[in-house]
Every structure is written in C-alpha cells, then in structure tokens.
C-alpha cells in the first residue's frame, strides 16, 4: 500500500549567510515574523518596512533521508511552492518550477541528502519575462500578470503589497511499490432520481505485467473494473439517489466516493472524495430585456444572493481549516448562497470547497487572471494550460462548485481601459478566456457551465459590460455618484457592486496603536489602498449627511466612523433591495466583498480581524427568503414584496406615513396576495395619500406579526436605510423621502439597561435612526449581534452581547457610550 511520509520538520531558512528557523507549510514573511527580524506589515505603516522581502532570492533546506526498504519508488510531492523556484537534492537538480497555482512530483527513488527549494525573487521572475513578451497594461503599477502567482500578493485597492515566497502548501514523500493511482477525473452526474459517478483513472505502473483491479463504492453499491494499459473508467449508479441542494432550497446530501487500487496481493493506492449529485445549467437564452444570466440547480432557478472572495489572508499559508469554516458560516448565516472565488486570488484549498459542500454554499470559481493583458506566450501558456487542467480535475468532485468563470474583467478592460491601442496587436488573453479555458472545461468537466470573463455580455456583439446582458460590474456609482443612482439599470446579473467603510473600531486600534485616529491621520491613509478613497467616502457622506470636513476630533470621528458605517449598509441596501425586487430580470448579485486580508478601509462585510461590519448584519435582512421593500419608480412608490422562499406568501401589511416627530399622518392596511407564489416577487402600488411628502415625513411598512399589531418589541436583523425585521413572524421597510441633512430629526431620546448578562435594550422616546451598539468599544472581544436598527417612539430592542464574560459588570451608561445613532445636522 502507498506509504506517505511527511517532511514538515527540520527546515530552515538561508539569506545571506543567515539560518532561521522555518515553519513548512509557510512562507518567508511568515518565518521572518516568527523569527522577529521584521515587523508584523499589517500594524501600522510595517507593510513598508517588509517591502524588501518580496525582491531578495530565499533558501530553503532539510535534511532527506533515504528511502527504508520495502517499496520500488519514493516520489518528492510539493503540493504548492510560491512561486519561481529550483529543487536539487544532494546537490542534483530534480526540476524547475514557475507556479503557484500547481503541485509538482519528483522521482527521488534510492535518493537522500540535502534538500533546497532555491526561491528566486517574483519581482526578478516577472520583470525578466516582461523584459522577453514586451510591456503589457495592467490596472496597478506591479508586474504580476508575467507570472503564475496569486495576483493580489503584489497588493490592490483593498491589500497590502507583501510578495510572498516559500513552500506554501504540504510536502510529502509518497512511497509505493507495483502502481498508484495518478489521476482520478470524477463525472457526477443524476437523471431520473439514478446517481452516475464515472471515475476516469490515470494509473501509474513500475510493473507493466502485473494485473491491476480498480474497486468503486459509492453510497453502498460498488463496481469493479480491470485496468488496461495505464487507464481505467469505474461507473456506479445510485438508485434513489438524494439531491445535494444549495442552503435554503433543500439538504446537501453527500457521498463518499472511496477508489481502490489492488493487485492479487492486495491494495495498492486508494483516493476517497465527497461528491453530491445535483444539475446545474446557466440560462443565457435571449428574451425581451436581452439575454439573461440564470442559475438553474435540479431544475429550479434561483436568484443568486451572492459575495465575492478574497483570500482570507495575504498571507495564504496562514488559512487554517477552521478559519475557512468560520468565515464561510459567517456568509452562510447572512444568508448567502453563491460565493464567488475572486480571479485575483487562488484556487482554494479543499478545505474551503468541503465547508462550501456542506454549507449548501455555491461556488463560482475564477480562473485566475484579474484587471490586466496577460502574455498568450510561453513560459506561460503552458503553464496556464497545466495549471488549468490540474485544477479542474481536482475541484471537479465538489456539488458547490457550479461555474468556471475565465477572468476578471480583463475583456472589459480591452475594450473601454485604452488597452486595444496600447497593445498594438500584443497577446493579452484572449486566447485563454475565448480558446483554451473553454476547451479545457468542456473536455475535463462538461457538467458544469463555464463563462468567459466578469463582466461579460456573452459576445463582442454588445459591450462587455452592457447591463443588458450576462454579468456587469457596477462601479460607476461607488466611483463618482449617489448610491440612489443603483435605482437606474436593472442589470440581468450584477457580479460587482459595493460601497467602503473603515473597519471596526477595535481592529482599527489594533492595526493603530497609539496613533490619533482621523480619516486623514498617517495610518487610516496607509490602510486605505483605493484611489481617492477617502475623497469618495467624504463625497458620499456629503451627499447625505452633515460632517465636518477638517480639524477632526475623537467625537468627529467616531460620529464619521459610524456614519461611514451607515452610508455602506445603506448603498448596498439600495442596490440589492432594487435588483432583487426586479426577480427574474435581474437574476442575482454578488456583493464586493465579504472578507479582508487584513486591517484596511474597504468594501467589506467582515473585516481583517473577523469582526462583522454593520453591513454584515444588514446583508440578514437583505439576503433572507422574505424581504419588504419600499420602492420609488417612475409611476410611483411601490411596496414589494420578494418571496424566495418555496412556500407562498400572502400577508397582511400596514403602511404608516409618519412625521419625523412621530406622529402619524395616514395609516392603511393592505392585503398583499400578488407574492403568494414561491419564488416570485409580487408590486403594490402605494395609495397617494400615503407617500410622504418633503423631509418631515417618512414611510413605515410593516407586515406579519407587527403589522397585526405587534407589542412594540423589534427583533431579528437590521436595517439602516430600507427596512428592518418588525418583530417575530414579522419585516419592516422604512422609506424617507429626503437625505439625513435634510431632515429635521429631534434629538434622539431612549433609555438603556442592562437586561441580563450578555443582553442591552433600548427603549426610544423618539425616533431613534440607525442605531448601533459597537461592543467593541467596551473590549475588544465583545460583538454585537445586530448591525443598525432604526426604532420608531415607544419601541424597544434586545441586542445580544457575545463576548459579555471579559467585560465584568457594566452599568447603562457605560454601554450607552458604545451606542451611536443619526443625529440632528448640527
């Protein structure tokens, strides 16, 4: 049987006459923290003071022993080595490697010594292969796209630049005697309630006589086969097979998949997977508003609540199993169900993919390219090609996985970033999103659909980012205008859209020690990556909100830092409210982003530390299977109702038009019956006497449980500018017709105490906007779990407090320092 031997001990780290210690699976940054020869570059402005380590040339050794008897071949296996490297042992080269994204196997048979990986510098690799292919365009000023690495090492509008090197991924020795198995190509398919897996195997042999058995058992029926030569195909059927579906359409039945490999002395290799079965096709089909992009899974068609992915850590050897499963229930507990694995990151490990399966999380997964013409030339075509094929077959067994996806707006970036002309002709990938990916997908996996870029029209036919068809990237709003503007277009499948916000304020001090805190201060501006990012938050508080515009004390900023916040949760409310009210012409959206890499001002949900932005809490509300909103159109206020769950929804609504001083103007009650169907989404249009009128007034919807007349208690999620949870059994949507500095707000009155450990309530005297309770403030290890709610006089909220333990016994007026809300415009 293959014998797997670890060599994840004994390592060290050589530059310059120098030996550390080294930590394998790693990397040189890592090693170098560890070692405290650099400072940690993610505190303060220490990303500057590392800079140096991306182009210096890195060692690493071990001591290999050889091989213990009783097998015919011992092969070297490096999972993953970050990025251009050698590897000799004993001084003799066994290969040269140049991508991350790729495993690599040597034949160390009868072999032992010193083992060295010889990283060479990204920078030198990338700049030498430009100096060979000739300048190509690219939307930030490093070279990373002469190289098949993870792009965003080389940093971006949300990450530090920390160009990474080193045995990133396990390394192993694999000894066997006979044959092992090389490759298993997994086709899951289901039809007619009969699970197929097909195992297409790849054997490699020492003894080319020896007969060789293949044994498949799936869901308890198995199937044996000869193998032939060096390759077999195993079929097993499942009768009665269960579906695997994604969270909120049904279970994530799984099965494992375990493959033997024998001879007529017994087993020799085995491979064992999880697989689900489950359809998936993607409607392109024109109709009347263009030609859509629509998930279909076992049939049904799903309006995707989506994020897109980062790598959790710019340092990707630091992602641990458990982190990934934290950071994806975090998404699947907002109510997600499509995650999309950004194209300027990785192929991520088989940790993340596994939490996805069982999470009932869909993965769209990027070929990696991002934001820049790649040469088509070697020593890089084949290296995508490898890459590309490797990856394919070992993703392929995953249910979650529903979509290839060749870049990321790099054929956007041809047409409208002045990259045609400066080309002249050049090579800039094309031929990988148009010709090879597609070949590639279409001759490993053809279960699965596969598109060329995001954004894509589906051909040069329209513009490539032509809202009208396929996937379109919504950046013009955050980039230069007011986040009502997301009301304009009604984009078939909005893959990109988002709005900043700093992170919270206890990872703020973190990543700051000592530092004074302002937008401006020299710390926030280093944590801030993207161009004219703070000049885009001033604009877009301005557009909604009186704020001081310079001399900031420790009151202003914290009033900014929460009103950042707040015009965050609201830009995204705005877009996903309106898109999804427009189901199924708008058939998804994919917020920019749910995580971060470290500590920075930027589009996320969850920041750098893991801590939940109010936008998380407010993506609750937004992503549930029941969502009210209120919805200004050209004819009218509209109250939608956007049923995505499989059951029917009639239910009883009370529309309320107040006064800011809580009063009420008009009230009626409505019987909304157009939603009853599952997964549709049913308009009424709002009575004229009930539309508020000028900033003294706004709109107040409230269904179910509060709209029969609640008890005045508000729970579940919140809901900064659009609606907020109204109660058990119950929702809420808010419209006020005039921006903050408009409204004459009364000065916010409510009550707090202290309710039982780990729980706050407040009670409002008057309308009280946005409310949030920031636990952070009071230690760093509390957090709150609810973002912002806006409270109406005479309500109150419970706010629960994880974390209560560390902070002892606290009275209500120290919580109520942590509380903040919209106040009157000074």
């Not at 390592?11 to 210690?21: I, Q």
């Not at 001879?263 to 089909?285: H, I, K, N, Q």
């Not at 993965?363 to 990856?391: I, K, M, S």
């Not at 029969?708 to 919140?718: F, P, R």
Request: glycine letters at 12%.
């Amino acid at each position: 049987m293959l014998d797997v031997t670890p060599i994840h001990e004994g390592w060290v780290l050589r530059h310059d006459g120098a030996e550390l210690p080294a930590t394998v699976p790693g990397c040189v940054h890592t090693d170098l923290l560890t070692a405290g020869v650099v400072p940690d570059p993610f505190l303060g402005r220490g990303e500057t003071e590392v800079a140096w380590v991306g182009r210096r040339d890195w060692l690493y050794e071990t001591t290999l022993a050889p091989a213990p008897g009783g097998h015919e071949q011992t092969d070297l296996v490096f999972d993953g080595l970050d990025t251009v490297a050698e590897v000799r042992l004993d001084g003799q080269l066994l290969g040269t490697v140049r991508n991350m994204h790729r495993s690599y196997r040597f034949d160390v048979t009868g072999l032992g010594g010193r083992l060295s990986v010889h990283f060479r510098s990204a920078y030198g690799e990338a700049e030498a292969v430009r100096g060979r292919l000739g300048e190509r365009p690219n939307a930030y000023p490093e070279p990373f796209q002469y190289l098949r690495k993870m792009a965003c090492s080389f940093g971006w509008d949300w990450g530090p630049t920390l160009v990474t090197a080193g045995i990133w991924k396990p390394v192993r020795l694999e000894h066997w005697t006979t044959a092992r198995i090389a490759r298993v190509r997994p086709l899951v398919t289901v039809e007619q309630d009969v699970g197929r897996v097909e195992l297409d195997v790849e054997v490699e042999r020492s003894q080319v006589e020896v007969g060789l058995t293949l044994n498949a058992r799936v869901g308890g029926v198995e199937t044996a086969v000869d193998v032939v030569g060096s390759s077999a195909t195993v079929r097993v059927e499942v009768p009665d097979a269960d579906l695997w579906w994604p969270r909120g359409y049904g279970e994530q039945a799984l099965y494992e998949v375990e493959l033997t490999l024998a001879d007529a002395g017994g087993p020799l290799d085995s491979w064992r997977r999880r697989v689900g079965f489950r359809t998936v096709e993607l409607d392109r089909r024109d109709d009347e508003h263009g030609s859509g992009f629509t998930f279909v899974v076992n049939g049904e068609r799903l309006f995707a609540r989506g994020v897109n992915w980062i790598p959790d850590d710019v340092l990707p050897s630091r992602i641990t199993r458990e982190r990934y499963r934290t950071r994806l229930a975090q998404a699947a507990g907002a109510g997600v169900d499509l995650v999309r694995v950004w194209g300027g990151g990785l192929y991520e490990s088989e940790d993340f993919y596994d939490a996805c399966d069982e999470l009932g999380l869909l993965v769209w997964q990027d070929f990696p390219f991002a934001c820049a013409a790649y040469p088509e030339e070697q020593p890089l075509r084949g290296e995508v090609e490898a890459e590309a094929r490797e990856n394919v077959v070992r993703l392929m067994p995953h249910p979650s996985l529903v979509l290839w996806n060749g870049n990321n707006e790099n054929l956007w970036g041809f047409r409208d970033w002045d990259w045609e002309r400066r080309l002249a002709g050049d090579s800039w990938g094309e031929g990988y999103y148009l010709g090879l990916l597609p070949r590639v997908v279409a001759e490993l996996d053809p279960t699965r659909p596969y598109t060329a870029g995001s954004p894509w029209s589906g051909s040069w036919d329209h513009h490539p980012n032509d809202p009208a068809h396929g996937t379109h990237h919504s950046w013009e709003v955050w980039n230069r205008r007011d986040y009502a503007d997301y009301r304009l277009e009604v984009p078939r499948f909005v893959a990109e859209f988002g709005w900043q916000a700093p992170p919270a304020y206890a990872t703020l001090r973190r990543a700051l020690p000592g530092e004074v805190l302002a937008p401006d201060s020299p710390g926030m501006l280093h944590h801030q990556k993207a161009d004219d990012g703070n000049g885009k938050l001033a604009r877009g508080l301005a557009r909604h909100f009186a704020v001081p515009e310079q001399g900031f004390g420790e009151a202003d900023f914290d009033r900014w830092h929460h009103l950042t916040q707040v015009n965050q949760a609201r830009a995204v409310a705005t877009g996903i409210e309106h898109w999804r009210s427009h189901w199924p012409v708008c058939a998804g959206t994919i917020l920019w982003q749910l995580n971060d890499c470290w500590p920075v001002t930027s589009w996320a949900a969850i920041d750098g530390d893991g801590r939940e932005k109010p936008l998380y809490h407010e993506l609750k509300r937004l992503y549930a299977d029941r969502l009210l909103t209120l919805q200004p159109r050209p004819d009218g206020l509209v109250l939608a109702a956007v049923n995505q769950s499989a059951e029917p929804w009639a239910c009883r609504v009370v529309l309320r038009r107040m006064s800011v001083e809580g009063g009420v103007v008009a009230e009626a009650a409505v019987e909304v019956t157009a939603a009853v169907r599952a997964r549709a989404v049913g308009d009424l249009r709002v009575p004229e006497d009930l539309v508020p009128v000028g900033p003294k007034e706004f709109l107040v919807a409230d269904a179910g449980a509060r709209g029969a007349g609640g008890d005045g208690k508000v729970g579940g999620g919140a809901g900064g500018g659009g609606g907020q949870d109204g109660g058990p059994g119950g929702l809420r949507a808010l419209y006020f017709p005039a921006a903050d500095h408009e409204i004459p707000y009364p000065r916010p009155r409510f009550d707090v105490s202290v309710s039982a450990p780990g729980e706050v309530t407040v009670t409002a005297h008057t309308l009280v906007r946005d409310l949030l309770l920031q636990a952070d403030r009071l230690t760093p290890d509390a957090s709150a779990d609810r973002g912002l709610v806006t409270l109406l006089p005479g309500e109150e909220v419970t706010i629960g407090v994880r974390g209560w333990e560390t902070l002892g016994e606290l009275d209500a007026e120290t919580v109520r320092s942590a509380l903040y809300c919209v106040e009157p415009a000074r």
